[in-house]
Each structure stands twice: as structure tokens, then as C-alpha cells.
């Protein structure tokens, strides 16, 4: 079985991880925006630690109307731009089309499943360090596994087969036997760190040393690991020191919402937080500091300019 | 009765209030630090928006050591400095000295008492905007009543005579029934705006006007108002929207841990914060967002470089 690849967004996360798949010999289509005619003409750059490549000539399109149907639909784009997907995806979907969402955030998959009831919908966290460095090149400075999970409408054979081809692609797939337990724990360390780094204007390590923004760091995971439990997804305490010590071996960081601030991009504020918030609320806990760094977030979200 | 009155510290609060004491004629002794040179030449200029004037000759001293012996202390000193004042105090009190204590927090007067413990204790609260704005040179802006309340050893006659002397002095005088109560209602205003006016580096009326940043205000006034009541003093619920409707009215304003921080000042985070906190937290109440904001103020002092 072979599969065909659209990639929704080709920036950090799409170009990457869509540049690996062509690479290995993958039929991949990839939608780009600004980039467009620049990414036509000369191909997509990919500066990776574990060597440089380039994907020329390259399946590049401007609209998902030009694009052909695909088995496999990533959508790579910001969460601040999943309004649009309802009117996006339809022309690259057949019905067996699997949609996965290579996303930080929660209730993403829900959100979905309201416009696409019967496809198959995957979740997926990047686990990278990436970025777009200039027009149509993007460059890989460390790690790369993708861990995934099914929300609806399981394929097997087919989530099988795109773990293959990510894993012949030099990108680790892990499947997550449970998507919302992997959506949390990446939300332990998303929430503290992406938020904290924003509001106080700095980066992981100088947290880690201030013994007051390290306890509030882990003041908001212990909020994090409570309101996944209250979700009914079970996450163990130790598993914030886990995160801790990673962070702590960690080389200083700027966290992907520090990235769209330092850019004057639209923060992930709702997916991050308020979705997560909010879940919680309805089961009954209230994330109080988390809740203090949305509000903040939001406060400095109106008070700056966006390109 | 005439009172001789220290006034301990010589800025934007001791340096307004002390010379209108000395300007209606009473006998005012004033610390100084580094303007004392300057104002032993110069005297005290105080630009008003009631009508500015200048003390000269002037009391003026660089040690409490060379000072007389007072009927009134007037502490206007940063909380900040609190812990020298048990070596600073002796020299200047009699037996029947009366300690004031101009200064925003919490558990001050309790502080002082440990070492005070014989001496008539008051707190205050001045409700102004001044400065100082330049050497031996104090601007005031607007207000200036103050609140006051006895902490221990009331002496009523003496207490009127304040009254009296500051009334005569063009500054209107409370006297706050209740202490506790006063400092907590303070309270209530101080520690959102103070804090998150450094926190989001902006101003109180770009805070109202934001949806988010309004709302964790109004959370955190009701925590303040919340751990009130654990502590045994009743303040009730409606205090908030007075403090919101008051803030809507104000001309933007930039409370004075904000200048603090602006002159790269220490902040007041114990007095306005910690202890308010670790009351609550005694009295069986945390309040999770007051203390997150403590904990970003910790790390913002923790980064930046001092006078």
C-alpha cells in the first residue's frame, strides 16, 4: 500500500516532517502560502542537524482546491488558524482520507469531528526543534519524534503504514495507545513553560533558576496533572518531576508560543489553555494559576501588534 | 501641646508630608541620605498642586544618632528598609514616643512590636500621588489624606493632637477605627494593580480597559477579600466593585511598586504580598493568584539590576 501525503502548512512542523516523507520517496503535496512561488521555482530547503537536503522539483500548491485527494492529510498549520480547516480540507478528502492534526493544545480533535464525522481523525504531538528560518527553507536544530493517536474511526492497517513510512522517513511514530492521556501530559509541560516564558519574557533555564518561577512552574503542572485526573484521564504526580528533571537537562529554550511572541505571530492561547481550562471546569476543577497566565496571555495578546 | 515630630526618610511621602508639617509651624526633624548635603543648603522644595513652597532653614540630619528626641516618629521609609529599624529608632524615642508607620503592607506594625514592644505603635496609609523629582525637590500630583490606626498602647490625646497638627497642615487626617481592617482594604487595590501594572508592564487604565486583565483583577480582589475574612475581618464583597469604580474614575496611574520598578527600585513583594499571603495560609485560606503574581515579582526582581 502506498500512500499520498498533504501537508496543511509548510512551515517548522510541515516543512520538516513533509520534506523527510518526500525525501524517503513519498508521494507528498504540500500547501504553502507566502512561500509559494519561491518554494515552486527553487524547492524547499531543509537545514537538519543529521544532514541538509532539498525537495526539488516539489508538489507545491496555493490553494487545496488545486491539490488532489490524498490518504493522508497533516495539518501542520497554528491552532489560530483551525477555523479555517472546515472550508479547507474538503476538496483533498476522499472517504477514507485520514486527517491528523500534528498540534499542540487540547479539544482539537472535537472541534474537528463536529465538520468531519466519519473520517478517521488523529491527533499528533511534534516533539522537535524547529524552525522556519527564511523563505521556503526551514532548518532542524534537534530531536524530531512524532507521537500520535487515534480519536475516531481507527484504521489499523493504514495508521500502521504511516508509521512505517514516518519511521523509513528517519522520524521516529510512536502510537499512543490513548490520545487524551498523550494530549495532557504534553500539556504539563506546554502550559507552564510556553505561557511563563511570554508573560515573564524569558527562557526555560532562567526560570529553572529562580527557586520562585520553578515552584510556580510546578505549582501550575500539579494544576495540569489535577485537571487531567478530573478529566478521568489518569497522569501520576511523578510525572511532573519527570518533566523537571527533562527541563532541567534541556538547553535554553524558547518554547513555540515565545517564538510567535518574539514574531508578533497570534499566540496558541486557546488550544494551550482555555480549552484545557475549561474541560476542567466542566468536570469540576479550576486551574486557578493556569487561568492567571491565560488572562495575562491575553492581555498582552491585545496590547501587542501582529504582522 | 505642641509635638515634635522625626520624619524617617525623606522622599516622595516624608518629604511631602514632613514639610507640611514644618510649613504650618511645627517642629520637624528630617532624615536624610543622599540629598542631605544639598538640602542642608537648600532646603526642602516641595512643588505642589495646591501651591508650592520651600523649607529652608531646615531640620536637617544624616543619622538618626544626631537627631533629638521625638514625640512622633513618622516612618516614610520603603518597607524594604524595615529591618534597620531597631538600630535606627532608639536614639530618637522617649518613653512616650508615638511610632507611625506610613507605609503599604501588611504585619508591619507587628514586626516593629517585637522590638517596639513598650512604645505606642500606629500604622498609615497614605492615599497620594507624589514623587520625588529631584534632589531635595518633592512633586505632588493629587490626593494626599491619610489613614491611620493605633496597633498597640492607644494614647488618645496625643493621637488627636496628630490629628490636629496634620489637619492644620492642609492634610486631611483619618483615624481608622480599625487597623486591620484599613490595611486590608488597602490592600484590595494594592495588590492587583501594584503588582500586575510591573507584571504586564503597563499602566491601570490599559488593564481596565482589557476583558481578561479586568477579570484577574476582580479574581484577585476577591481573594483579598476572601483571605479578609479567614484572618477575622470582615470586609465585605461589595468593597470590590467600589475599588473597580474608583480605578474606572482614576486618571492612568502607575502605582508605586510600579515606579519601584521602573527606577530599578527594590519592590515592597513582603510587605504588599508575602505577608498578606502567609497570614491567609495561617487562617486556612491560599489565595492561588495572589500568589502566582508574587511569584512572577520574585522573578522579575530576581532579573533585573538595582540602583
Not at 485527494?69 to 495539518?75: A, E, G, N, S, Y
Not at 534537534?142 to 493504514?158: L, M, P, S, T
Not at 503542572?221 to 527541563?247: G, H, I, P, Q
Not at 518574539?262 to 484545557?276: G, H, L, Q, T, V
Request: with cysteine; aromatic share 8%; proline share 4%.
Amino acid at each position: 500500500m502506498t500512500l499520498s501525503y498533504a501537508i496543511i502548512g509548510t512551515g517548522a512542523l510541515g516543512g520538516y516532517y513533509g520534506g523527510r516523507l518526500a525525501k524517503s520517496g513519498n508521494n507528498v503535496h504540500f500547501l504553502l502560502h507566502s512561500d509559494y512561488e519561491y518554494v515552486k521555482a527553487n524547492g524547499l530547503k531543509v537545514n537538519s542537524v543529521t544532514g541538509d537536503f532539498v525537495i526539488n522539483p516539489i508538489n507545491a500548491y496555493k490553494s487545496t482546491s488545486e491539490m488532489p485527494k490524498c490518504d493522508v492529510v497533516l495539518v501542520c498549520m497554528k491552532t489560530t488558524q483551525n477555523h479555517l480547516l472546515k472550508d479547507m480540507l474538503p476538496p483533498i478528502l476522499h472517504d477514507n482520507s485520514v486527517i491528523i492534526l500534528l498540534q499542540n493544545g487540547l479539544c482539537l480533535e472535537e472541534e474537528l469531528a463536529v465538520q468531519f464525522p466519519n473520517h478517521t481523525i488523529m491527533g499528533a504531538m511534534a516533539f522537535i526543534c524547529s524552525s522556519k528560518t527564511g523563505k521556503g527553507e526551514i532548518s532542524h536544530f534537534d530531536y524530531g519524534r512524532i507521537n500520535a493517536g487515534v480519536f475516531q474511526h481507527d484504521k489499523e492497517e493504514i495508521v500502521l503504514q504511516i508509521k512505517n513510512d514516518f519511521d523509513k522517513a528517519e522520524v521516529p511514530f510512536d502510537i499512543a495507545p490513548d490520545l487524551a492521556l498523550a494530549r495532557w501530559k504534553k500539556l504539563v509541560w506546554n502550559i507552564p513553560y510556553n505561557g511563563l516564558t511570554v508573560a515573564l519574557n524569558t527562557t526555560t533555564d532562567k526560570i529553572m533558576k529562580s527557586a520562585a518561577a520553578r515552584q510556580l512552574v510546578i505549582d501550575m503542572m500539579n494544576e495540569v496533572v489535577d485537571a487531567a485526573n478530573a478529566c478521568n484521564v489518569k497522569l501520576e504526580r511523578s510525572f511532573v518531576d519527570e518533566m523537571l528533571t527533562l527541563t532541567d537537562n534541556m538547553t535554553p529554550y524558547s518554547p513555540s508560543m515565545k517564538l510567535d511572541f518574539d514574531n508578533r505571530r497570534k499566540m496558541e492561547i486557546r488550544a494551550i489553555y482555555s480549552n484545557p481550562i475549561d474541560k476542567a471546569k466542566r468536570h469540576g476543577y479550576h486551574m486557578k494559576k493556569v487561568e492567571m497566565l491565560q488572562q495575562q496571555l491575553f492581555f498582552i495578546e491585545e496590547n501587542i501588534i501582529f504582522c
